[in-house]
Structures are given as structure tokens and as C-alpha cells.
């Protein structure tokens, strides 16, 4: 079978076969135990590593911001000890929501709902002397499909609505302690304005858990199953001097839990590695597109020598149609490789246009995927992961 076939056998595994794989559900289960019997059959030995993840992606932005309405409620009713506890719990969400947002431990991590979860791993290692490590990362899981993914206008609103949230957050701050000094009939008005933002994410993100999971084959089971495809390749041309991994990662979409439980348990193997993820590969007219960077809130660079050969490959090789873009208001597993120092560049196929096609929407479905860009991204990585073994950088 050719390649792509093979990796069209994965993507319809996954996506129909198995079907949605939401975060902690028995569906990426399933997906972890396929992808595992596909590299035993290589006769690799591939392990699975279960760890505990965080069943939802929008419970703590749903708790973040009720705490906040019920910080606004008890300032505007509770006098000066109202005041006061709307200041502390504001502080609290706030802060909490923060470090979510950079993918750290915090208080809500520790009290929502947890399920479990596994990745599943393999490692190829070279035929000749080591010298570097390239790990390939694509997630199993799939999100829901809430109405802020509903169209490209719901998406532009959700962006615009989060920043504006967290802008009024900070507002509705500083009128409170403003209050504590100036007795001004205008900052209560005021606070009811900056909270309007606040009520509507709120909603957005309670009503999201309500909805169903998609079948995720754009997003990701050509991530996943392209991982699987390379692996492959490395088997039919061995590398010489780069050890490669291979992990279809658990729990991505509600904070990349499986790749930081992965980096956390393998790190003392692959310090230094150079990390690469496969996210979203098969959207009709995307990519391949690799990130120069992804800014959630914070900003995640790749690393500038990966950045350099992906633009030499780009530029040498224009049948493939690549280019390179930033990704904003969204993350990938690679900002957890970058937290953890590793050397990363990420693949998430965007339009020219910079759409996402299908991007948590019912439509990701096996028949949207798009073979022409699926092939492409592939040979586009694996020229990549040769350059890298003949450069030994
Ligand atoms: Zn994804």
C-alpha cells in the first residue's frame, strides 16, 4: 500500500470507525489501543501511559466567570464587605484563568472534574550513532462543537469576546478598588457595562459541554495518522543519526494534559529533542502550514534553526505549496514542548485565507478531508526529518 493509502486506512479508523474521541471518553481510549496494535504489527513495541486530565476545555472559563457575576452581585448589593469580597474573588478568577491559559497548575485544575486518559508512544531509534531526537506529536482526542466554532463569524466574535472579557475584567478591578476611595454614583453604572462581556462568555462556555464531540478527522486524525505514516518511513529508510518518538497524545483540546504528562514522565530521555506537532492536516485548500508562532495569550516562538530549514524546503520545493503563518487565540501540544524547552515547530494546516477548515464543526468528517494536502504536509515533514538527519544540527 502506498502511503497515503495507508494513512487514509488510519484517518477512516479513527474517524469512522471509532468515530468522536472526546478527552477521557472511551472513544480515544479505543484510538490509543488502534494506534498501538498499527506499531505492534510494524513489530515495534509501543507503550500506552495512562495519567488523569481535566475532562473539559470551557469548565473553567464557565467557573472563572460565574465567580466574577457573583463578585459583580455581591458589590453592587453587599456594601462595604460585598466590595470587599468582589475584589478577592475577581482577583482569585482572574488569576486562575491566567495560569490556564499558560498551561500551569492552579486552583480550578485541582477542583473540576478529572477523567482518565493515555498516550500512546514508540521510539525508532537510529541505525548509527545518535545524535538527535525528533519527536512526532498528533492528538487522538476531538472537541465538541460549540456555537463559538458555528462559522467564521462566531469564531471572529469568540476571539474579540475573550479579549474583551479579560480587558473588563481588569476594568471592573479597578473601578472596585476605585470604590473603596470615591463614593461616585458612575463606577456601579460602569461595572455593569464592563460585565456584559463577562454574562455572555459565561453563557458561551456552560453551553458548550452540552454539545457532542466531533469525529475529528481533519482535527486530528490526519495529524495522528501522518505520525503513523512517517513511522513508517523511518522503517523503510532507517535513519542514520536521529532517534525518532512517536505520540498519539491524550486530552490536547481541554489543555494539552497528554503532552505534558508525556514531556513530564520522558524528559530525562529526550532533553534538548526537537519537538515537532502535527495538528489539523487535511482541511480542503489548507497548508501545509507551519507556525512561526502560536499566542495564546502569551506568545510560544518555534525554534528560529527549524523555522530557517522549513523555509528552505518551502522555497525549494514549491510543488508542495507551503508557507508559514503565526496562530493566534488557539494552541497546539507544541506550546507544552516549548514550556518544557524543548525545540519546536508546529504544523497546523490554515488556509491562505487563514481559515481552519471544519475546525470543531460537524462537518470534519472523513469525507471533508482533503488527500492532496494530506500527502503534501506529509512529504513536506519527512523532507524535514531528513534534512535533520543529514544536518545533525
Ligand atoms: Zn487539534
Known amino acids: 500500500m502506498s502511503e497515503i493509502e495507508t494513512i487514509k486506512k488510519h484517518v477512516k479508523y479513527l474517524s469512522v470507525t471509532i468515530g468522536p474521541r472526546g ?52 458589590y453592587l448589593v453587599g456594601g462595604f464587605y460585598g466590595l470587599l469580597f468582589a475584589i478577592l474573588i475577581s482577583v482569585f478568577a482572574l488569576s486562575s484563568l491566567v495560569l490556564e491559559l499558560m498551561f500551569k497548575q492552579n486552583p480550578f ?9 493515555q498516550n500512546v508512544s514508540v521510539k525508532i531509534p537510529s541505525e548509527g550513532l545518535s ?16 456555537i463559538a466554532y458555528k462559522s467564521q463569524r462566531w469564531v471572529a466574535f469568540f476571539r474579540s469576546l475573550t479579549t474583551t472579557t479579560f480587558a473588563s475584567v481588569i476594568l471592573l478591578l479597578i473601578l472596585f478598588i476605585a470604590d473603596i476611595f470615591f ?18 462568555l459565561f453563557l458561551m ?32 529508510a532507517p535513519l542514520q543519526n536521529t532517534d525518532i518518538w512517536a505520540v498519539g497524545s491524550g486530552c490536547e483540546e481541554v489543555g494539552a494534559y497528554g503532552a505534558d504528562a508525556w514531556i513530564k514522565k ?11 506537532t502535527l495538528d489539523n492536516l487535511g482541511g480542503k485548500g489548507a497548508g501545509p502550514c507551519y507556525l512561526k508562532k502560536e499566542t495564546l495569550i502569551f506568545p510560544f516562538e518555534s525554534d528560529p534553526q527549524l523555522l530557517k530549514i522549513a523555509d528552505k524546503i518551502a522555497a525549494e520545493n514549491p510543488d508542495l505549496g507551503a508557507f508559514s503563518r503565526e496562530m493566534k487565540a488557539a494552541y497546539t501540544d507544541g506550546a507544552i514542548g516549548n514550556k518544557a524547552g524543548l525545540r519546536c515547530l508546529t504544523f497546523v494546516n490554515y488556509t491562505p485565507a487563514g481559515v481552519i477548515p471544519d475546525w470543531h464543526q460537524p462537518s470534519d468528517v472523513f469525507e471533508n478531508v482533503d488527500w492532496n494536502v494530506v500527502q503534501r504536509t506529509e512529504e513536506f515533514v519527512w523532507r524535514l526529518i531528513q534534512k535533520i538527519d543529514s544536518d545533525k544540527l
Open 131 to 146: 545524535k538527535e531526537t525528533v519527536i512526532l506529536i498528533g492528538h487522538l482526542d476531538t472537541h465538541r462543537m460549540p
Open 183 to 200: 463614593e461616585w454614583i458612575i463606577i456601579p453604572l460602569l461595572s455593569l457595562v464592563f460585565i456584559i462581556p463577562v454574562v455572555f
Open 109 to 117: 485544575r485541582l477542583i473540576l472534574p478529572k477523567g482518565d486518559s
Open 205 to 236: 462556555a456552560s453551553f458548550a459541554d452540552m454539545t457532542d464531540y466531533t469525529a475529528g478527522a481533519n482535527d486530528n486524525a490526519t495529524g495522528a495518522a501522518i505520525v503513523i505514516g512517517l513511522v513508517e518511513r523511518v522503517l523503510k
Open 23 to 74: 478527552s477521557t471518553t472511551l472513544g480515544e481510549k479505543q484510538a490509543a489501543a488502534y494506534v498501538a496494535n498499527v506499531y505492534s504489527n510494524l513489530g515495534l513495541s509501543p507503550i500506552i501511559e495512562p495519567f488523569r486530565s481535566a475532562k473539559s476545555a470551557w469548565l473553567p472559563f464557565a467557573l472563572g466567570t460565574g465567580l466574577i457575576l457573583v463578585g459583580e452581585v455581591l
Open 266 to 276: 520522558h524528559i530525562h530521555e529526550v532533553e534538548g529533542a526537537i519537538f515537532l
